[in-house]
């Protein structure tokens, strides 16, 4: 079954009531801290939240958070409930996000498991480093898939 959803981008320096008010119990789950690596979602004046929200019903559904520096942009966390897993939310979001720091000319920098890495090698991200579980991934500004 489809899920019909809108794609927001979000940022808590914007409206931090709404922001919270939408994604706050993902900060508050441990079961997302188990899924986001063992470490709690951090959010800050420089993150960006790509976010599906259901129409239905108005939950979050999925997120990519990503750290914008300068000349650089650091995907931070991505989840996705259950409950909406493999109807594509992830891929979609995933789009988004690359596109978003294509548009910037920035490189890319995913500190993840390395069971994660996976779904970003395909786009061009390479192996930058390891340490543990955890790989660091990288992709250099305007390479393409």
């Known amino acids: 079954m489809r899920i019909e959803c809108d794609v927001l981008t979000l940022r808590s320096l914007d409206d931090e009531a709404a922001f919270f008010a939408l ?23 420089r993150y960006r ?30 989840y996705v409930r259950p409950e909406a897993r493999g109807r594509g939310l992830f891929r979609e979001l995933r789009g988004r996000v690359l596109a978003h720091i294509e548009q910037l000319q920035a490189t890319a920098v995913a500190r993840l498991p390395a069971a994660a890495a996976e779904h970003l090698q395909p786009y061009g991200f390479i192996v930058s480093g390891t340490r543990g579980r955890w790989v660091i991934l990288e992709k250099a500004q305007h390479e393409t898939p």
Do not use: K, M, T
Request: with cysteine.
């Open 23 to 45: 994604l706050g119990r993902f900060f508050a789950s441990p079961g997302v801290r188990r899924a986001c690596g063992g470490y709690p979602l951090n959010d800050g004046p």
């Open 49 to 78: 939240w790509f976010v599906a929200q259901c129409r239905r019903d108005g939950r979050a559904l999925a997120f990519i958070s990503i750290e914008e520096q300068p000349g650089v942009v650091r995907i931070r966390h991505g």
